[in-house]
């Protein structure tokens, strides 16, 4: 079974073509639990990213993603990622959902996303009425240092 950060990659390279993937359709606008209007105390504050170049795998980079859990916490929240500006909004929606975890946490942690990229993401939290969207965050991905080899030496 695949975890939710390694298909990531795959639906960031159906983004990059302008293809929307199918999790902006069905995960994303659930037919039962519509997304309400962004904000009030039902919504996750305080969105904020740490980005890294990993010293250990040179040319990888993650995201830690931090939030501060809605007032009134939800039944569960969910962390969707886009590169659109209008990704949320448009009437295709094109974005992907990283991770969905419980009501209390806090953060996630993303290992994709291409370098220099531009990324926009929300959490959204569950409630009774439907799914509350904090305010969108943007993400620029790192271009991190990759260690090079030197290229082969001549004979002597």
């Given at each position: ?66 939030w501060r ?66 305010q969108t965050?943007?993400?620029?991905a790192p ?14």
């Open positions: 079974m695949r975890r939710p950060s390694q298909c990531l990659g795959v639906v960031a390279a159906l983004l990059l073509w302008g293809a929307a993937g199918p999790a902006g359709e069905a995960a994303g606008q659930q037919p039962d639990r519509p997304t309400l209007q962004p904000g009030g105390p039902r919504a996750a504050t305080d969105l904020r990213v740490e980005a890294r170049c990993s010293a250990a795998r040179p040319g990888t980079r993650s995201a830690s993603l931090a859990v809605a007032a009134t916490p939800g039944q569960a929240q969910r962390v969707d990622v886009t590169m659109f500006r209008d990704g949320f909004r448009s009437e295709k929606p094109r974005f992907e959902t990283l991770a969905q975890v419980s009501g209390t946490q806090d953060s996630a942690q993303w290992d994709k996303g291409e370098p220099g990229i531009n990324y926009y993401w929300r959490v959204l939290t569950l409630t009774a009425q439907g799914w509350v969207p904090s965050s943007r993400y620029e271009i991190c240092p990759v260690d090079s080899t030197p290229g082969p030496r001549k004979p002597e």
